[in-house]
């Protein structure tokens, strides 16, 4: 999996995914920002409900569920620190449709954000991050 920044503002990034899929990402108005798009800690919060909700819709389809429409909202808290990881995650799911089985959600949900989502995995495991940085050389 491959995601591609570019540079195309005083802060902001346009991120190209390996599978075709793009999205702007902006800073704080105090580095330049100028709300072009999500922050990357915002990101990262629609990274962590955005997984766990497709999780949600593949298992309540499984169960053949009349999902008609699905929302999350999730608030992550931050300590006013350098660097400022998230310490606590809520998400709220609103599920509707026909007939809805309520057990089912609680259940396809639970599953979902305890044991299926991979962003939420990540988070709460060591992963390794290595890192390397080069100079372009100036264009002919």
């Not at 920044?5 to 346009?14: K, N, Y």
């Not at 800690?41 to 629609?46: D, G, K, N, V």
């Not at 057990?103 to 299926?116: G, W």
């Amino acid at each position: 999996m491959r995601v591609q920044l570019e540079l195309i503002g005083a802060a902001a990034f346009e991120a190209t995914a390996g599978s075709g899929g793009k999205l702007v990402v902006d800073g704080a108005p105090e580095i330049g920002g100028e709300g072009r798009g999500m922050r990357p800690m915002e990101l990262l919060l629609a990274s962590v409900a955005s997984c766990s909700a497709m999780d949600v819709l593949h298992i309540l389809r499984k169960q053949k569920e009349r999902l008609e429409g699905l929302s999350v909202e999730i608030e992550g808290a931050r300590p006013d620190a350098v660097p400022a990881p998230f310490v606590r995650m809520k998400l709220v799911f609103v599920a509707w449709g026909e007939a809805l089985d309520d057990h089912k959600l609680q259940r396809a949900v639970q599953l979902a954000v305890e044991k299926y989502c991979s962003a939420s995995a990540t988070l709460a495991s060591g992963v390794a991050i290595t890192w390397e940085a080069r100079i372009r050389a100036p264009a002919p």
